[in-house]
């Protein structure tokens, strides 16, 4: 933000020197990005009175003018429209360089001599007005320098405003600031308006429709005004801020929006259908033509402002071709209002517009400063463009702000900053800033003022003390550190052992944000109602990206592939442990859950000398899981067909992982449309989430040693036949109970399909190693229990005995 040394004094006295005040305002906060002279580079230009014109011989739209420099009487030749005999006008003397790098100098010009130049407002920098020469105010003397005849020397400061400050995105609000650093007293403009007997009530009308979009809107009106260029010390005062004079209706409220941080806009009252104003949100597909000559194409995103049968301008960006300003108009309709800055930044950031009015709105404007700066513009519209001013104003504000109060204690204050404050100067400084505070004992209870919409925490408070008593002023301390036994947290304690797991199976671990976007449950194929869709909501969301809590981990692994794919890394094995979010409704806390995800992609192995290379496939991602709860002591682990379709995974390759019969996680195949809704057409991905609060019962607390066997095993092969849908897993577990505790391990080595087998069927070959503590065992006890083991499964599947 540009602001101007001269017009922060009008509201703040300033002793000390345009740097020290640079210095002073970013030790508070507000980052000063330059400091730079204005109206300094023009000091020898000269006042000059046209004592007489006469035409140039040679040149019809040329004249020659004797001027008064004060005392000197020169010939200068000017073109200008607008020359005068009496009148007052800068004059550069020969020898005079102009801020656009011309040297002036002593010439003829057409044969006629001129001992210099008059200038207009654009040849000396002080505004874009090119239409003559300045004319000077009549109590201004031959001779006098311009710059001390009308205090042109100035300072202009950049200034690098945080998104958290939108109360210093106005002169007002900088002064505010220097006010409360320098000890200084905030002085504000007086406002004072001659209303006319008409009712503004009797004249317009405004109906909000959208209350959340638009939780305010005031209107005032001007009758009877007269468009025209504005005075020069406001066209001068908006070039000095980096904004273009347009005219003296436009550059009031351009004015008021610099000085109180208050979007305004002016509407032609008479091009008002109905004479009224409704604010709704657009239609969908609905166009609409912006002050610049664009039409847009709108959605329901967008806040319009309305007259009684169209659209007059889009709510705090722009406004419409249909009702602006223009020469002829003389009843002015002008409108304050608060609109919501998530719409007005969604809104903004679709149509492609930014503007300085949206750049305010995106932040968060004060809210109860919008009738004060809407009386303050019809003051200026009154002095600056006549008419008068119809009486009362339009206040549509249903739900009114409360603010909350925030106990701040000196004690934690002071030890927290390392100062020795008394509750006093603490309540000095944030009253400073406009702050309401009163004692509570020895604390203080403290009601921000509503345009300080980053004061929500007693930490926010200490922050204002810290910047006010300066941060170069606080005396070096060492922290005080209380030191308390280290807890054992079983969670942490998991999480670690979990990430040694996953990192020793090859995965890199990733870090996503908690907060995403509400479209990731779309780009899953979420379907309504699924708990992916309860989301919970950011109250002052970074952006429309980050404004849900997270229901899931498998957006920010989606990302993470996304973004490594692009890059090049194809061969990929990524994982995340993490908390998820689920809303249970407005009256209960969020479900929060701890989860293991992880994605895999590209190849397993790599291709050497002495192996090819495969793909990663579902079983890669189906024993990394094994292997997680193997090395989790997790016991009786199956993994089991999925009729329902989970989002995110292919139906048809996806599995339960279940531990004791309950389910604890998924893991398959990522579904190809999800894959094309993140643009990676083509790409194979694998996917597991565990739910690790629903594991942790199962994970057992201790871990039990055992002797090493004394004793041999005794290996047998077993192949059976058995139907398609059996699992190979339900033969595992029937294996193991009938070995009455003699089965050491079981491992499936085989499955075979066609052959002499029906088209129904398939074998499944496995190892079984038998083991005793107790002796070696005979081949006669060994084949009994095989048998047993046989007619069970016989029994229970169906099954038998393959045939050599």
């Given at each position: 933000?540009?602001?101007?040394?001269?017009?922060?004094?009008?509201?703040?006295?300033?002793?000390?020197?345009?740097?020290?005040?640079?210095?002073?305002?970013?030790?508070?906060?507000?980052?000063?990005?330059a400091?730079?002279?204005?109206?300094?580079?023009?000091?020898?230009?000269?006042?000059?009175?046209?004592?007489?014109?006469k035409?140039?011989?040679?040149?019809?739209?040329?004249?020659?003018?004797?001027?008064?420099?004060?005392?000197?009487?020169?010939?200068?030749?000017?073109?200008?429209?607008?020359?005068?005999?009496?009148?007052?006008?800068?004059?550069?003397?020969?020898?005079?360089?102009?801020?656009?790098?011309?040297?002036?100098?002593?010439?003829?010009?057409?044969?006629?001599?001129?001992?210099?130049?008059?200038?207009?407002?654009?040849?000396?920098?002080?505004?874009?007005?090119?239409?003559?020469?300045?004319?000077?105010?009549?109590?201004?003397?031959?001779?006098?320098?311009?710059?001390?005849?009308?205090?042109?020397?100035?300072?202009?400061?950049?200034?690098?405003?945080?998104?958290?400050?939108?109360?210093?995105?106005?002169?007002?609000?900088?002064?505010?600031?220097?006010?409360?650093?320098?000890?200084?007293?905030?002085?504000?403009?007086?406002?004072?308006?001659?209303?006319?007997?008409?009712?503004?009530?009797?004249?317009?009308?405004?109906?909000?429709?959208?209350?959340e979009?638009?939780?305010?809107?005031?209107?005032?009106?001007?009758?009877?005004?007269?468009?025209?260029?504005?005075?020069?010390?406001?066209?001068?005062?908006?070039?000095?801020?980096?904004?273009?004079?347009i005219?003296?209706?436009?550059d009031?409220?351009?004015?008021?929006?610099?000085?109180?941080?208050?979007?305004?806009?002016?509407f032609?009252?008479?091009?008002?259908?109905?004479?009224?104003?409704?604010?709704?949100?657009?239609?969908?597909?609905?166009?609409?033509?912006?002050?610049?000559?664009?039409?847009?194409?709108?959605?329901?995103?967008?806040?319009?402002?309305?007259?009684?049968?169209?659209?007059?301008a889009?709510?705090?960006?722009?406004?419409?071709?249909?009702?602006?300003?223009?020469?002829?108009?003389?009843?002015v309709?002008?409108?304050?209002?608060?609109?919501d800055?998530?719409?007005?930044?969604?809104?903004s950031?679709?149509?492609?517009?930014?503007?300085?009015?949206?750049?305010?709105?995106?932040?968060?404007?004060?809210?109860?400063?919008?009738?004060?700066?809407?009386?303050?513009?019809?003051?200026?519209?009154?002095?600056?463009?006549?008419?008068?001013?119809?009486?009362?104003?339009?206040?549509?504000?249903?739900?009114?702000?409360?603010?909350?109060?925030?106990?701040?204690?000196?004690?934690?204050?002071?030890q927290?900053?390392?100062?020795?404050?008394?509750?006093?100067?603490?309540?000095?400084?944030?009253?400073?800033?406009?702050?309401?505070?009163?004692?509570?004992?020895?604390?203080?209870?403290?009601?921000?003022?509503?345009?300080?919409?980053?004061?929500?925490?007693?930490?926010?408070?200490?922050?204002?003390?810290?910047?006010?008593?300066?941060?170069?002023?606080?005396?070096?301390?060492?922290?005080?550190?209380?030191?308390?036994?280290?807890?054992?947290?079983?969670?942490?304690?998991l999480?670690?052992?979990?990430?040694?797991?996953?990192?020793?199976?090859?995965?890199?671990?990733?870090?996503?944000?908690?907060?995403?976007s509400?479209d990731?449950?779309?780009?899953?194929?979420?379907?309504?109602?699924?708990?992916?869709?309860?989301?919970?909501?950011?109250?002052?969301?970074?952006?429309q990206?980050?404004?849900?809590?997270?229901?899931?981990?498998?957006?920010?692994?989606?990302?993470?592939?996304?973004?490594?794919?692009?890059?090049?890394?194809?061969?990929?094995?990524?994982?995340e442990?993490?908390?998820?979010?689920?809303?249970?409704?407005?009256?209960?806390?969020?479900?929060?859950?701890?989860?293991?995800?992880?994605?895999?992609?590209?190849?397993?192995?790599?291709?050497?000398?002495?192996?090819?290379?495969?793909?990663?496939?579902?079983?890669?991602?189906?024993?990394?899981?094994?292997?997680?709860?193997?090395?989790?002591?997790?016991?009786?682990?199956?993994?089991?067909?999925?009729?329902?379709?989970?989002?995110?995974?292919?139906?048809?390759?996806?599995?339960?992982?279940?531990?004791?019969?309950?389910?604890?996680?998924?893991?398959?195949?990522?579904?190809?449309?999800?894959?094309?809704?993140?643009?990676?057409?083509?790409?194979?991905?694998?996917?597991?989430?565990?739910?690790?609060?629903?594991?942790?019962?199962h994970?057992?607390?201790?871990?039990?040693?055992?002797?090493?066997?004394?004793?041999?095993?005794?290996?047998?092969?077993?192949?059976?036949?058995?139907?398609?849908?059996?699992?190979s897993?339900?033969?595992?577990?029937?294996?193991?109970?009938?070995?009455?505790?003699?089965?050491?391990?079981?491992?499936?080595?085989?499955l075979?399909?066609?052959?002499?087998?029906?088209?129904?069927?398939?074998?499944?070959?496995?190892?079984?190693?038998?083991?005793?503590?107790?002796?070696?065992?005979?081949?006669?006890?060994?084949?009994?229990?095989?048998?047993r083991?046989?007619?069970?499964?016989?029994?229970e599947?169906?099954g038998?005995?393959?045939?050599?």
């Amino acid at each position: 933000m540009r602001v101007s040394l001269n017009w922060l004094k009008e509201y703040v006295s300033i002793e000390i020197s345009p740097q020290d005040l640079a210095e002073g305002m970013t030790m508070a906060g507000l980052e000063v990005e330059a400091l730079e002279p204005v109206g300094h580079s023009i000091e020898d230009i000269v006042a000059a009175r046209i004592l007489s014109i006469k035409t140039h011989p040679k040149a019809d739209r040329l004249h020659i003018c004797e001027v008064d420099a004060g005392g000197r009487m020169l010939p200068v030749v000017c073109g200008a429209p607008n020359i005068q005999q009496g009148a007052m006008a800068p004059l550069a003397l020969p020898g005079t360089r102009l801020p656009g790098g011309v040297t002036v100098k002593e010439s003829r010009i057409r044969g006629e001599l001129s001992t210099g130049m008059l200038l207009a407002e654009d040849e000396m920098g002080l505004t874009e007005d090119h239409s003559g020469i300045m004319i000077l105010p009549g109590d201004v003397k031959p001779g006098e320098s311009v710059t001390d005849a009308l205090s042109l020397a100035d300072w202009a400061f950049e200034i690098s405003i945080t998104p958290n400050r939108p109360d210093c995105t106005s002169v007002i609000g900088i002064a505010r600031e220097i006010a409360a650093f320098t000890g200084g007293k905030l002085k504000r403009p007086q406002i004072r308006i001659h209303e006319q007997d008409r009712l503004i009530s009797d004249l317009a009308g405004v109906n909000v429709e959208d209350p959340e979009g638009c939780p305010r809107y005031a209107a005032g009106m001007i009758t009877g005004v007269k468009i025209g260029p504005s005075p020069f010390w406001m066209r001068y005062r908006l070039h000095v801020s980096g904004l273009r004079s347009i005219n003296n209706v436009v550059d009031v409220t351009n004015f008021v929006l610099l000085e109180f941080g208050q979007p305004l806009h002016a509407f032609d009252y008479d091009r008002l259908k109905e004479n009224r104003i409704v604010v709704r949100r657009a239609a969908e597909g609905e166009t609409f033509t912006t002050l610049d000559g664009k039409t847009h194409t709108l959605s329901r995103d967008n806040l319009m402002i309305c007259d009684g049968e169209r659209s007059v301008a889009v709510a705090g960006i722009m406004g419409g071709l249909n009702s602006e300003i223009f020469e002829e108009s003389t009843n002015v309709l002008i409108e304050s209002a608060y609109f919501d800055p998530i719409t007005i930044r969604r809104g903004s950031k679709k149509l492609g517009i930014s503007t300085e009015a949206s750049y305010r709105f995106e932040r968060g404007i004060d809210i109860e400063g919008v009738v004060i700066a809407l009386q303050r513009a019809l003051m200026l519209m009154q002095d600056l463009a006549g008419g008068k001013v119809v009486k009362g104003l339009i206040d549509r504000y249903p739900t009114p702000v409360k603010r909350p109060e925030i106990l701040l204690r000196v004690d934690k204050t002071n030890q927290f900053l390392g100062t020795s404050l008394s509750s006093e100067a603490m309540a000095g400084f944030l009253q400073s800033l406009e702050m309401q505070v009163r004692s509570a004992g020895s604390d203080l209870v403290v009601t921000p003022p509503a345009l300080r919409v980053d004061i929500a925490r007693e930490v926010d408070l200490m922050e204002e003390v810290a910047r006010l008593v300066g941060y170069d002023h606080i005396p070096v301390t060492s922290p005080l550190v209380r030191t308390t036994g280290e807890k054992d947290d079983p969670i942490v304690r998991l999480s670690d052992l979990v990430r040694e797991i996953m990192a020793g199976c090859g995965f890199t671990e990733v870090i996503s944000y908690s907060f995403i976007s509400p479209d990731s449950a779309d780009v899953l194929g979420a379907v309504e109602g699924s708990p992916l869709r309860s989301f919970v909501r950011m109250l002052n969301p970074l952006s429309q990206d980050q404004s849900v809590m997270r229901t899931s981990l498998l957006p920010g692994l989606f990302a993470a592939l996304k973004n490594n794919l692009f890059h090049g890394e194809k061969d990929l094995r990524l994982f995340e442990w993490g908390k998820v979010f689920v809303s249970r409704g407005p009256d209960e806390l969020p479900l929060e859950r701890h989860v293991l995800s992880g994605i895999m992609a590209g190849l397993s192995n790599q291709m050497e000398w002495f192996s090819q290379e495969r793909d990663t496939d579902f079983f890669d991602a189906k024993g990394a899981v094994e292997v997680l709860l193997k090395a989790l002591k997790v016991g009786s682990a199956r993994f089991e067909n999925i009729k329902e379709r989970v989002p995110g995974y292919d139906a048809r390759s996806c599995a339960a992982v279940s531990v004791s019969g309950a389910m604890v996680g998924v893991v398959g195949s990522a579904d190809a449309e999800v894959m094309a809704r993140l643009e990676l057409q083509g790409e194979k991905g694998f996917l597991f989430e565990i739910d690790m609060d629903s594991l942790r019962p199962h994970i057992p607390s201790a871990v039990k040693f055992e002797p090493l066997a004394r004793f041999p095993a005794v290996f047998r092969d077993l192949s059976i036949v058995v139907g398609v849908s059996v699992e190979s897993a339900g033969i595992s577990e029937i294996i193991v109970r009938e070995g009455k505790g003699l089965v050491e391990s079981v491992m499936l080595y085989d499955l075979f399909r066609g052959g002499k087998l029906g088209a129904g069927e398939k074998a499944l070959a496995f190892r079984i190693s038998y083991r005793s503590r107790e002796g070696t065992l005979d081949g006669k006890e060994v084949n009994r229990i095989h048998e047993r083991i046989v007619q069970s499964i016989s029994r229970e599947t169906g099954g038998r005995l393959r045939e050599r």
